[in-house]
């Protein structure tokens, strides 16, 4: 019997404790800044924005191309993350103002169960609610009870190194913790000043902002580009202290270090959103550096196209708990743990991503998926109502009602829609069958017709949005029933 027990145990927990043993199991810190696409830091080569905490993470250990959130709002990226799940998998948590349930299982209390010291400091999961069907702390402890002093205007008043630090400070002796830094940076509101601070700090005036050509280059827009930067500088600033503590602790070699962001920067083309909330290249891919100094190998870089949903599995393989039922989102301990760089594992060659909803009232929809699959990126867009504002059908709401199709190798700011270039038809329709079938073999409700769900819900936060957030925190979800 005891042999049995041995042998059950090897087969659930054998591949992860393989992984980490020669040692105990490793700390974990995820660095996850607000509205941040990937090419903003300059370790990208695109931008000369001095980020070189960044660039030390991934000079240090593994930079990777093609990272992506699972859907480029905040509220569903994190719950993504949380859950280890795409986003359209999350039932309510698909929904910015909505909750993740309760129902789903989230790697933070595993981790904690699992004997690790858990924590997070500012930005968690939101914004949403907590109610009856939901979770009512995701991760374990808040650490915001120290501020700056003299905080600059529209900077977060937390100071998230101190925070860090009393987390730190609070666990047991030589227990593992996992500690969630959620930088608010560079999520707006921000000090109009900023573009005057990043010239004085960090050198670049305003004829040196790299400005993404779908934005008209304008004194205006150059300054809003500016004081967006500065905050990317700041948080980085934050990044460097982190590892400076971890350093000084004598923790910093066993601390597995995820740097990234929740979706895209703000970019408005023609009245919309053009990055974030948006199926463009430039909302749904995230920077995404990695290191361990103690298990990865320096100067890597990844070009597989990795996902939110995997940081849950890898987690918990570090801490030896098994992946739950459900957790759609495999490990990246091999690739992070196989010191090659390139193209390490040949079936991450593409990636899934969408929205459902980001504030928008009906006709408006911003309901897409997006499908990248090397140098091609197919986006589908959903309409929810008719022309009359008119719900539609389940069988209408998984129809698309609109296509774009482009080449980022020629258009790489997705300019040039080529839906209709008769040249791409092959490949469109290969695109098509790989997103319906993963979508069917994910559940996605856009693809399996079971929408009543998705429409609730999307119900529920629109009364809110009419009502106001602050005045439903608590709003019941039964209270959007969809008629029958």
């Known amino acids: 019997m005891i042999m049995l027990r041995i042998a059950l145990l090897l087969v659930l927990f054998g591949g992860a404790l393989l992984r980490v043993q020669g040692g105990e199991r490793p700390n974990i810190l995820l660095f996850i800044t607000d509205d941040e696409s990937w090419l903003e830091r300059s370790a990208y080569g695109w931008s000369p924005l001095p980020t070189p905490a960044f660039d030390k993470v991934a000079e240090q250990g593994a930079l990777f191309t093609n990272g992506y959130t699972s859907a480029p709002s905040c509220a569903p990226a994190r719950a993504s993350v949380l859950a280890g799940r795409n986003f359209w998998e999350l039932e309510q948590g698909a929904f910015i103002q909505a909750y993740v349930p309760k129902t789903i299982p989230v790697f933070t209390h595993l981790l904690h169960d699992a004997g690790y010291h858990v924590g997070y400091t500012d930005k968690g999961w939101g914004p949403g609610v907590v109610n009856e069907d939901s979770h009512d702390n995701l991760f374990v402890r808040e650490y915001n009870e120290i501020e700056v002093e003299n905080q600059l205007p529209d900077l977060t008043p937390y100071d998230y190194v101190a925070n860090f630090e009393r987390f730190l400070e609070d666990r047991k002796e030589a227990q593992p913790f996992f500690f969630w830094a959620g930088v608010t940076e560079p999520h707006d509101p921000m000090d109009p000043k900023n573009y ?95 290191m361990w100094p103690s298990r990865m190998e320096a100067g890597r870089t990844v070009t597989d196209f990795v996902n939110f949903r995997d940081f849950a599995p890898t987690f918990l393989e570090l801490a030896g708990v098994e992946k739950p039922q459900g957790m759609s989102g495999e490990s990246l301990l091999p690739i992070l743990l196989s010191g090659d760089s390139g193209q390490i594992d040949p079936e991450r060659n593409w990636m899934m991503t969408g929205l459902e909803w980001h504030g928008e009232f009906d006709p408006q929809s911003r309901s897409s998926r997006s499908i990248r699959e090397g140098r091609y990126s197919l986006i589908f867009r959903y309409s929810n109502v008719d022309e009359g504002g008119k719900p539609l059908p389940s069988e209408r709401l998984v129809e698309p009602s609109s296509m774009e199709f482009y080449d980022l190798a020629t258009d790489p700011w997705e300019m040039k829609n080529l839906a209709d270039d008769p040249k791409y038809a092959v490949k469109i329709r290969s695109l098509s069958e790989k997103m319906k079938t993963y979508g069917l073999q994910t559940s996605d409700p856009r693809f399996t017709g079971e929408m009543d769900l998705f429409v609730q819900t999307r119900r529920y936060v629109l009364m809110r949005k009419r009502i106001g957030y602050e005045d439903t925190f608590e709003l019941p979800f039964n209270r959007a029933k969809v008629p029958d």
Do not use: W
């Not at 967006?228 to 202290?241: G, M, N, P, S, T």
């Not at 929740?262 to 974030?276: E, I, Y």
């Open 196 to 290: 005057l601070r990043l010239e004085k700090e960090y050198g670049l005036t305003l004829d040196d902002i790299p400005m993404p050509p779908v934005l008209e280059d304008t004194r205006e827009n150059r300054i809003n580009r500016a004081n967006i930067l500065y905050e990317i500088c700041y948080a980085d600033l934050q990044l460097q202290k982190m590892i400076d503590l971890l350093e000084a602790k004598g923790e910093l070699d066993n601390t597995l270090l995820i740097v990234t962001s929740d979706n895209g920067t703000v970019v408005v083309r023609d009245g919309q959103l053009f990055a974030k909330a948006s199926a463009y290249d430039y909302g749904v891919h995230i920077p995404l550096a990695v």
